[in-house]
């Protein structure tokens, strides 16, 4: 296993949580950490967590006072968009996505709301109530972090049945899945890991990724949303992946080309990269599959989340 990035790296939570009065469903008293739900109303960090944004984010109480208020500023005088929301636990997001570092940070924070006005439909659905991800299992988030405490989610484009929904439904999920995502504090600095497991995957699936949907795509995930990807892995891929992948690489920086990792169906190269002990069993791992129909089960009752999804402008019914 290579060097991990934390120290406390195999962080296991000793009971299930009980959050706004319920325990969660989908708990597992043979893996403790196991817990569909999102530690969102945190206020403090681990020590390790807040040592590796000091040293990689460049977070630091004087730099996130500082630089929250000159962002602030920056977006008032500039007038370039009309923010829903301005409030400092809002703003820190973009901070943290970009390092810190101001111009990138307005880049980035202009980028996601042009995005939300060029696309008001992705914001119609509750996201909450995503059945028809849970049930094909197209996109899920495992209920446990890997070896580094960070989160896996994971796509089955295979699983994708076109003549129920396109892709611009999973975008929907996937921005949705990502917001979320974003409302846990350790998210936000440590960023999260994605495996494309592309098993099953035909030309079907292929002549639905159309050169509009892949600007779509990064204009999403690399320029507006401000959630960072620690690490893509791609499993299971054929010629026909190689194919639709083609059409990306005009896109891809350097720094997304140094964070994808190729393994076939080479679990042993996966396991290089995260613990099998963090991995269900079809990947080589130690773990059972967990429906993903729990976390939609745990996010309703969850005032935070409902909450803080409301606040994002989304149509919440839990």
């Given amino acids: 296993m290579p060097q991990l990035l934390l120290s406390n790296s195999e962080r296991i939570a000793p009971t299930a949580v009980v959050v706004d009065g319920h325990k969660p469903v989908g708990t597992d008293v043979d893996f403790p950490d196991v817990l569909a739900d999102l530690k969102v109303d945190v206020d403090e960090l681990p020590d390790d967590v807040v040592e590796y944004g000091r040293a990689r984010v460049g977070e630091t109480e004087e730099s996130r006072t500082r630089l929250l208020a000159e962002l602030e500023d920056m977006i008032y005088e500039k007038g370039d968009v009309t923010p829903h929301r301005m409030d400092e636990k809002f703003l820190l997001r973009f901070l943290r996505a970009r390092h810190f570092k101001l111009n990138a940070t307005y880049k980035l924070f202009v980028n996601y ?28 988030v495992l209920p446990y972090k890997e070896q580094t405490g960070r989160r896996i989610l994971i796509y089955k484009l295979g699983n994708w049945n076109t003549n129920e929904f396109d892709m611009n439904e999973i975008l929907k999920a996937s921005l949705a899945t990502l917001e979320l995502g974003i409302l846990e504090p350790m998210a936000q600095i440590l960023g999260g890991v994605v495996i494309f497991d592309m098993n099953g995957f035909t030309l079907q699936h292929a002549y ?3 050169p509009k949907v892949v600007s779509t795509i990064f204009d999403l995930i690399v320029y507006s949303i401000p959630m960072k990807t620690y690490a893509i892995h791609i499993i299971n891929e054929s010629w026909v992946f190689e194919t639709v992948f083609n059409l990306f690489k005009p896109f891809l920086g350097s720094r997304y080309n140094e964070m994808l990792y190729f393994h076939g169906k080479n679990m042993d190269s996966l396991h290089k990269h995260i613990d099998p002990k963090y991995l269900p069993k079809v ?6 599959h967990y429906p993903y129909q ?3 089960a745990n996010l309703k009752n969850n005032a935070a989340v409902v909450r803080e999804m409301k606040s994002m402008g989304y149509s919440v019914d839990p």
């Avoid at 042009?114 to 109530?129: A, G, K």
């Avoid at 990947?283 to 059972?288: D, H, I, S």
Wanted: aromatic share 20%.
């Fill in 113 to 140: 709301y042009r995005f939300r006005e060029s696309h008001p439909d992705y914001y119609t659905i509750n996201p909450l109530d995503l059945s028809f991800i849970a049930d094909s299992e197209v996109l899920s």
């Fill in 208 to 210: 639905q990724i159309t």
């Fill in 283 to 288: 990947y080589g791992g130690v773990r059972p």
């Fill in 294 to 296: 729990h976390w939609f």
